[in-house]
């Protein structure tokens, strides 16, 4: 069997339209598995600045694109008062289907406990929306601790399919990973 070369990178302007080539497959998806809840359409600017700042990556396998996925330094307006500067916070991991199957959160989660204590961070946290136990379970498998669902107080400037919506959020403590 072939080991296959796998490796992450910070996305670069060339791959904005693989970026939302995945982006629209995990909204088709989104579509049949999670119908009351799906992305909406990204700015094209939100990328390029997540980009020029540093703060998308991907994960290749082979060359290949495999996933994709964003982070930031603040959430506030997930977290609310529990936003910190201590921690980093993980968006839309966005799988090429073609690579589906692989258990790429347990490898991002792996990246982000180094990329964190890298930054002298003291959590990686993580959101979802919507109540999908499946997916739950599967972040925590993955080792994050579940903090439970809340509705957002403040949704204005969140992208569409946080309005109205339950959010599950999810933390590591990096003094305990």
């Not at 060339?14 to 909406?40: C, G, H, M, R, V």
């Not at 790429?104 to 990686?124: P, T």
């Not at 959101?127 to 439970?148: A, E, K, M, S, V």
Request: hydrophobic residues 35%; aromatic residues 12%; negative net charge.
């Amino acid at each position: 069997m072939n080991r296959k070369r796998m490796e992450i990178q910070n996305c670069t302007k060339e791959d904005i339209s693989k970026i939302f080539e995945l982006y629209k497959l995990a909204t088709d998806f989104q579509k049949i598995k999670f119908p009351e809840n799906q992305w909406p359409v990204f700015e094209e600017a939100l990328i390029r600045s997540e980009i020029t700042e540093n703060r998308q990556f991907k994960l290749l396998i082979d060359d290949q694109i495999a996933c994709v996925w964003a982070i930031t330094f603040s959430d506030p307006n997930i977290w609310e008062e529990d936003d910190n500067p201590v921690s980093i916070y993980i968006h839309r991991i966005a799988t090429n289907p073609d690579f589906r199957g692989n258990n790429f959160v347990k490898i991002i989660v792996d990246w982000a406990v180094g990329f964190a204590k890298g930054q002298d961070k003291q959590f990686i946290r993580m959101d979802t929306c919507g109540n999908n136990q499946r997916l739950i379970d599967h972040y925590t498998r993955c080792g994050f601790d579940f903090l439970g669902i809340k509705k957002l107080k403040n949704t204005e400037g969140l992208p569409t399919h946080y309005h109205g919506a339950d959010v599950c959020l999810f933390e590591i403590r990096l003094d305990e990973a």
